[in-house]
């Protein structure tokens, strides 16, 4: 993985075999990130997406391998009780054009992953709310 940073954007490229969530992490505690928004496009031969089942408050993750094209990546980075905290979905295409998504659990690059991170100042955390299920924004 390499990145710039060019005033609050950060361009990073994850190379083939790097996880996504891990490469995202690492530059957020390297550059001190408490609140982002984060997009991307790629290519992945591996991952983990789960959707939340709202009325068992649990999510249900599905694996997919073979040639995905990344054709949305987007989250929110912020923190829950003061520390990195990393919201991610992906919607990915197979050769057919099917596409699949939702939270991502983990993403292996196939070939590459363009990402632009938008720092803002400040800082959200999250809570866990019982009612729900799921961590939140805290206001």
Do not use: P
């Amino acid at each position: 993985m390499e990145y710039r940073v060019i005033g609050n954007t950060i361009i990073a490229r994850i190379d083939k075999g790097e996880e996504i969530l891990e490469q995202i992490r690492e530059i957020a505690l390297k550059e001190n990130i408490k609140l982002a928004s984060v997009q991307g496009i790629g290519a992945v031969n591996e991952f983990t997406i789960g959707v939340f089942k709202t009325d068992e408050k649990k999510y249900l993750s599905n694996e997919y391998k073979g040639s995905f094209e990344i054709v949305s990546l987007t989250e929110t980075i912020n923190t829950m009780n003061e520390e990195f905290y990393c919201h991610l979905h992906m919607s990915a295409g197979n050769e057919k054009g099917e596409v699949v998504g939702g939270h991502l659990n983990k993403g292996i690059v196939s070939a590459t992953c363009e990402m632009v991170i938008y720092t803002m100042d400040g800082k959200i955390d999250r809570y866990y709310d019982e009612q729900i299920g799921l961590n939140l924004f805290k206001f």
